[in-house]
C-alpha cells in the first residue's frame, strides 16, 4: 500500500491531562514530510525552553532522502539520487527511508544534566539496550558514532579487525540545552538505498537492518522496547 507523506501539526502545548515534566510519546502515521519534522522539532524545542510543553519523544518514517549533516564531505555524496536535506545536527551524510524508525528526542538538558558527551553516551546506552530485546548485540566504537553489530560471519578487515555492520544512526542538536533530531534505527529499510552515500563518512563496514539480520521484528515491536528501555535509562 502506497503510504502519504503527512505534515505533523505544529501545536507543542501540553496535552490534555498531563502535568509538567513529562515526557510526550508521539508517533506519527505514515511518512513524514522532512521540513515539516523540523519545522514541528524548533516549534517544541522552543515551547520547552519556553516551559509550556512537555518534553517528547517523537517516532517517525520519513520518505527517502538523505540529510548532511554539520561535518558532511562534499566526496560523500556518491548518487542524489534522493532529495538531499542540509540538517543542523551533527554527524555527516545518513539516509532515511520507509523500515528505518526515526527518534526524534526533545528532552531539557538543563534538568537532565548539561554533559553532551553523557547525553549522547545515555542514548547509545539506550539503543543498546532496546537491541539485546531482540538478542542483538550492538557495540560503539571510538571514533565512530552510532550503533554496531558486529559480524564475525563476514570476510576481516585488510588489517584483519572484524568487520561491524551500523545498525542505528545517531545525530543530536542542541538549543539552549533541548535537544532535537536523534536516532534512526534500522528495522527493514531498503539497504541498497545507501548506496548513494558513504554512510557517516565511513567506508570499509557495512549497514545492516533487524530484518537483515534474520529477526522478524516489525516497527511495532520496536517502539515498545524502545519506550520500555527509554524508562530504564533516563527515568
Known sequence: MKRGILKPPLDGAPRAG??????????????????????????????????TADEAVWLVEHP????????ARDGDLLDAR??????????????HGPGQRIVYVML???RRGRDVRAFVARLEAWIIAVLAEFGVTGVIREGRVGVWVPRPDKAPLPDGS???????????????????HGIAVN????????????PCGISGHGITS???LG?????ADLDVALRRQFDATFG
Not at 506519527?28 to 522552543?46: H, K, P
Not at 534522493?82 to 539516509?95: D, I, L, N, S
Open 18 to 51: 498531563q502535568t509538567a515534566r513529562m515526557v510526550d510519546w508521539i508517533t506519527a502515521d505514515g511518512l513524514t514530510d522532512y521540513d515539516a519534522a523540523v519545522a514541528f522539532m524548533e516549534a517544541r524545542v522552543a515551547a520547552i525552553h519556553a516551559g
Open 64 to 71: 527517502p532522502l538523505y540529510t548532511a549533516g554539520t561535518s
Open 82 to 95: 534522493f532529495p538531499v536535506h542540509v540538517a543542523g545536527r551533527g554527524g555527516q551524510y545518513t539516509y
Open 108 to 110: 531539557d538538558l538543563n
Open 162 to 180: 572484524i568487520r561491524d555492520d551500523k545498525i542505528a544512526a545517531i545525530g543530536v542538536k542542541l538549543r539552549r540545552w533541548v535537544s532535537f
Open 187 to 198: 528495522v527493514e529499510p531498503d539497504l541498497s538505498h545507501y548506496n548513494g552515500i558513504v
Open 210 to 212: 533487524l530484518v537483515d
Open 215 to 219: 529477526l522478524p521484528v516489525g516497527m
